[in-house]
């Protein structure tokens, strides 16, 4: 087993995976460090979510490695890969998948208060979150009075609320009309980049580019190609690990 790199704080090596024999990932490399956003892009049906789901030790690798840290991501138990997302890793589908009867506010402190933080404590860091987001005006609502563009802002304030060391998003900005993709892409990666949060996120979205430290593109299954930010929101260039 060769070891990761030191300065990765997420690493994948030669993964592959099929669903029913049919190949949907291929000996992908690849690695995430401490802070980075990085847009994984490709056509519908290249790879993404299913990458995504490797990554985030939901699916694992039929071949190939995957490494949080010092934890071989690949070899854990069932249990110790839901422990892993539970305490480490963060997940934003394209539609958001709130609670429908609880407040905003409630659905934002849940996984905080479900991990044993008082209900007071995660109600101010939910708050604090959800001003963030810019959606603090409606903290009391229930998820179904909210615009879907709002909805999706209180799932990534859930999201981050909770303290990942990773946030894997998966077409966060898919059903958004163009106006609020941008704007809800900038806030993620703002609010995940002042909190030294890794992004992972898949995407179509032309918009989540510049907005990336890097892109890994994906073609059936295969990596393809990573674009470094030339000049990402006024930052020096990064350096590149392929
Ligand atoms: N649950 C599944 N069962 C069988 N095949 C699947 C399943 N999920 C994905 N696939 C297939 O695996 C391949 C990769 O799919 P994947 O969803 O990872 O790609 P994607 O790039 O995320 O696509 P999209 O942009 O449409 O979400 C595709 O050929 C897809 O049809």
């Not at 979510?49 to 840290?69: H, I, K, N, R």
């Not at 249990?79 to 429908?100: A, K, M, N, S, Y």
């Not at 163009?178 to 993620?188: E, H, W, Y």
């Not at 059936?220 to 020096?236: L, S």
Request: hydrophobic residues 40%; positive net charge; aromatic residues 4%.
């Amino acid at each position: 087993m060769v070891a990761p790199p030191d300065d990765d704080m997420l690493w994948a090596r030669s993964v592959s995976y099929a669903y029913r024999g049919s190949p949907a990932l291929t000996g992908v490399s690849l690695g995430v460090r401490e802070g980075e956003v990085l847009v994984v892009s490709g056509p519908r049906g290249s790879g993404k979510t299913t990458l995504l789901a490797c990554l985030s030790a939901q699916l694992p690798p039929d071949e190939g490695e995957v490494w949080f840290g010092g934890v071989p991501v690949h070899s854990l138990t069932r249990l110790g890969r839901e422990r892993l997302r539970r305490e480490h890793f963060g997940w934003i589908d394209t539609q958001p998948r709130l609670v429908p009867e609880l407040t905003v506010w409630e659905n934002v402190a849940l996984p905080l208060m479900l991990r044993g933080i008082p209900r007071r404590a995660a109600r101010t860091t939910a708050r604090e979150w959800l001003e963030r987001l810019d959606v603090g005006g409606e903290e009391r609502q229930r998820p179904a009075a909210l615009l879907q563009a709002q909805r999706q802002r209180v799932t990534i304030a859930r999201a981050l609320a909770a303290g990942p060391r990773v946030l894997f998003a998966d077409e966060p900005t898919a059903p958004l009309h163009r106006a609020d993709r941008g704007q809800v892409l900038r806030t993620l990666t703002a609010a995940a980049r002042s909190h030294g949060i890794s992004v992972i996120l898949a995407t179509h979205d032309s918009e989540a580019a510049p907005m990336a430290d890097r892109t890994v593109s994906l073609l059936d299954g295969r990596r393809v190609g990573t674009i470094p930010a030339a000049d990402v929101e006024g930052r020096d260039t990064c350096s590149v690990s392929a």
